[in-house]
């Protein structure tokens, strides 16, 4: 059974971090691309990060520069490193696996977490 577990989230105030974490159970991690994204109340979903298995990064702009994904291959679990935290920054955070594709498109992705809520205040 596959399962995606995200963890970390919580209420910060502007200007703070949070370490987001997916662990990731029932299939073969390394050979997944993986991503975070994010849904704020009354928006879309979107791309915040995504990371392939040579270890390639991308980011939506709004977040380079203050965000890092990462990876521990060993530990089947995936990382978002978010610094310099914003109000706008406040969703609904969840992690994803895909097998190809571009990082941004949501329909490539097979696998999805529960999600993790973020909220930041000014």
């Known amino acids: 059974q596959v399962q995606l577990v995200e963890s970390g989230g919580g209420s910060v105030q502007a200007g703070g971090s949070l370490r987001l974490s997916c662990a990731a159970s029932?299939?073969?991690?390394?050979?997944?691309?993986m991503g975070w994204f994010r849904q704020a109340p009354g928006k879309e979903l979107e791309g915040v990060a995504g990371?392939?298995?040579?270890?390639?990064?991308s980011y939506v702009d709004s977040v380079k520069g203050r965000f890092t994904i990462s990876q521990d291959n060993a530990k089947n679990t995936l990382y978002l490193q978010m610094n310099s935290l914003k109000p706008e920054d406040t969703a609904m955070y969840s992690c994803?696996?895909?097998?190809?594709?571009?990082?941004?498109?949501?329909?490539?992705?097979?696998?999805w977490g529960q999600g993790t809520q973020v909220t930041v205040s000014s």
């Open positions: 994803a696996a895909r097998c190809g594709g571009r990082w941004s498109a949501v329909l490539e992705y097979k696998y």
């Open positions: 029932g299939y073969m991690y390394s050979t997944y691309y």
């Open positions: 990371i392939d298995s040579d270890g390639s990064t």
